[in-house]
C-alpha cells in the first residue's frame, strides 16, 4: 500500500511509530502530483521545495507536533506567508502575502506540511471552479464533469490523493458541495468557532473555513486543530473547543433526526432523491427516530444570499483598485485606473455579484433589498432555533444532483440553485457536514449532509461517523 492510499489517522500513526519518514510521504505526494495533477488541475501553485524542508526539520524533532506527516493543501484564498495566494483571479495573480492566516499558523504549529495553493472559482464566487482565472479543475470521478465549488480544487485534490486533507471556505455552500461532488467529507462549522483571520473576505458574515478529508475521523482531527478563539478575529467564538477525534466515538443518546418532507424533493434528480430515501432508512433501521419537517421559509434562503453574499461582496471587493497592491492597469489618470483595473482584473462572475451587490445597496433600493434580505435571514434563523427544539440534526441531500459537466450549466441562475440544501445554515450561523452517501448508476459520487444546532459539531461529527460505518461504499455502488 502507498503512502498516499493511508488517511490521516493512519499516516500520522505510522510517524509517531517511527515506520515512516515524513519526508517520505511529501515525496510520495509529489510523485502523485506530478504523474496526476495535469488531467485534475487542483492545484495552482506548488510548494513543493518549502514542504520537503519542512519535512526534514519536523523528521530531525524528538517531540512531534499531533499532525506531523498531515500533507495538506490550501484553498487560495487563504493566506499563505511566502507563498503566492491569488483568489483564483488576475487582479491577485502575483500577490504573495507577509503573513499567514490564523488556520495557517495553528496547522503549521501541529507540523503540518502544506504542499501547495488549490484552484477555485474567482473569490470564491461560483459552484464548479470554472470561474477560476486561469483554468477549470477536473472532477477525479470523471474529467469530464466539475469537481464543484467554490473549493473545487481543495475538493478534487483529496478524492484524487494529492493531499491527505485540506482547507476549503464555505460561504454558501462552498466546502459541503464539492465534498458530495467529489466523495470526500466536508465540514462547515458553526460561524465564528474557526477564525477568519486571513481568509480574503467574500461575504463577511457567512465565511467559514472548513476541511475536506477522506473519512470523518480525518475531518474532526483537522477541525480539532484549527478551531478556536482568535483574538484577532472579533467574530470567533471563546467557547473551548471539544477534542471532536477524542469524542467521536462515544454513544449518542436517543436523537431524532428531522427529514424533509416529500414535496421539497421536487426538482431534485431522481438519484438524489432515491439515495436520500435510503439514507432516511438506514437511520431508522439504526434506532434513530425520524421526523418529517417543513420549512416554509427554506425556499427564500437562496435569494435572501444572493442579495446579502453580493452586497457583502461589493464591499469587501473595493479594496482592489490598484493603488495598495494587485494588478493595476495602465492609464492616464485615477479615475481612468480604477476603471481598467478592475474591469480587467475581474471575471465576469465577480462583476456580476458586485454590480448586484451594489445596486441592492443603493440609495432608494436598500430597504427594498438589502434590509428585506435581513429580515429574512432572521426567520431563517428562528426557524431553525424552532425545528432543533423538536429534532437534534437535519438531514437533507447536500446538492439536488451529481456532479455535472463541464460547461453545462451556462445560465447562472441555474448554477446558482446548486446551492439550494447549502445556504441556509451559513445564514443561520449553524454546522453542517456532507458526507458520501452513495454513488449514481455512472458511479459518481452522491452525499447528504448533516446540520445541527450552534457549536454541535462534536455530536454532528459523532452522527456522521455512525452513518459512515454502515454505508458500505464498495465498487462504486453504496451497500446500505
Do not use: H
Amino acid at each position: 500500500m502507498k503512502l498516499i492510499e493511508f488517511g490521516l489517522v493512519e499516516i500520522l500513526s505510522l510517524v509517531r511509530k517511527g515506520e515512516v519518514r515524513v519526508v517520505e510521504i511529501v515525496e510520495d505526494y509529489i510523485a502523485r502530483i506530478e504523474q496526476e495533477d495535469q488531467k485534475i488541475k487542483a492545484y495552482l501553485t506548488y510548494a513543493f521545495d518549502k514542504a520537503l524542508a519542512r519535512a526534514r526539520e519536523i523528521d530531525s524533532k524528538k517531540e512531534k507536533g499531533k499532525l506531523a506527516g498531515a500533507i495538506i493543501a490550501i484553498k487560495d484564498n487563504i493566506v499563505t506567508k511566502g507563498i503566492r495566494t491569488t483568489c483564483a483571479s488576475r487582479i491577485l495573480e502575483n500577490f504573495i502575502p507577509p503573513y499567514n492566516a490564523t488556520v495557517i499558523d495553528r496547522l503549521e504549529a501541529e507540523d503540518a506540511i502544506i504542499i501547495g495553493k488549490t484552484n477555485l472559482d474567482e473569490f470564491a464566487m461560483g459552484s464548479s471552479t470554472e470561474n477560476s482565472a486561469f483554468f477549470p479543475t477536473r472532477n477525479p470521478w470523471d474529467t469530464e464533469r466539475v469537481p464543484g465549488g467554490s473549493s473545487g480544487g481543495s475538493a478534487a485534490a483529496v478524492a484524487a490523493l494529492e493531499a491527505v486533507a485540506a482547507l476549503g471556505s464555505d460561504t454558501g455552500g462552498s466546502v459541503r458541495q464539492p465534498a458530495a461532488f467529489c466523495g470526500v467529507v466536508g465540514l462547515k462549522p458553526t460561524y465564528g468557532r474557526v477564525s477568519r483571520y486571513g481568509l480574503i473576505a467574500y461575504a463577511s458574515s457567512l465565511d467559514q473555513i472548513g476541511p475536506l478529508a477522506r473519512s470523518v475521523e480525518d475531518c474532526a482531527l483537522v477541525t480539532s486543530v484549527i478551531a478556536g478563539f482568535d483574538r484577532k478575529d472579533s467574530t470567533s467564538s471563546p467557547l473551548p473547543v471539544p477534542d471532536y477525534l477524542a469524542e467521536l466515538k462515544t454513544s449518542l443518546p436517543k436523537i431524532r433526526v428531522g427529514a424533509l418532507e416529500e414535496s421539497s424533493l421536487n426538482g431534485v434528480s431522481q438519484e438524489v432523491a432515491s439515495n436520500y430515501r435510503a439514507i432516511l432508512r438506514l437511520l431508522e433501521e439504526l434506532g434513530i427516530e425520524i421526523q418529517r419537517m417543513t420549512f416554509p421559509s427554506w425556499e427564500y434562503a437562496l435569494p435572501c444570499y444572493y442579495v446579502i453574499a453580493p452586497s457583502e461582496a461589493s464591499s469587501n471587493l473595493a479594496r482592489y483598485d490598484g493603488v495598495r497592491y494587485g494588478f493595476r492597469a495602465e492609464s492616464r489618470e485615477l479615475s481612468e485606473m480604477y476603471l481598467k483595473t478592475r474591469t480587467q482584473g475581474f471575471g465576469s462572475e465577480v462583476k456580476r455579484r458586485i454590480l448586484l451587490g451594489t445596486f441592492a445597496l443603493s440609495s432608494g433600493y436598500y430597504e427594498a433589498y438589502y434590509a428585506r434580505a435581513a429580515k429574512a435571514r432572521q426567520v431563517i434563523t428562528r426557524e431553525f432555533a424552532a425545528a432543533f427544539d423538536r429534532v437534534d440534526f437535519i438531514l437533507t441531500p447536500t446538492t439536488p444532483e451529481p456532479a455535472f459537466k463541464l460547461g453545462e450549466k451556462q445560465d447562472p441562475i441555474s448554477m446558482y440553485l446548486q446551492d439550494y440544501f447549502t445556504v441556509a445554515a451559513n445564514l443561520a450561523g449553524i454546522p453542517g457536514i456532507s458526507i458520501p452517501s452513495g454513488f449514481t448508476a455512472d458511479g459518481l459520487p452522491l452525499g447528504v449532509q448533516l446540520l445541527g444546532r450552534a457549536f454541535s459539531e462534536s455530536e454532528l461529527f459523532r452522527l456522521a461517523f455512525l452513518l459512515e460505518k454502515n454505508i458500505n461504499l464498495k465498487n462504486n455502488k453504496s451497500e446500505i
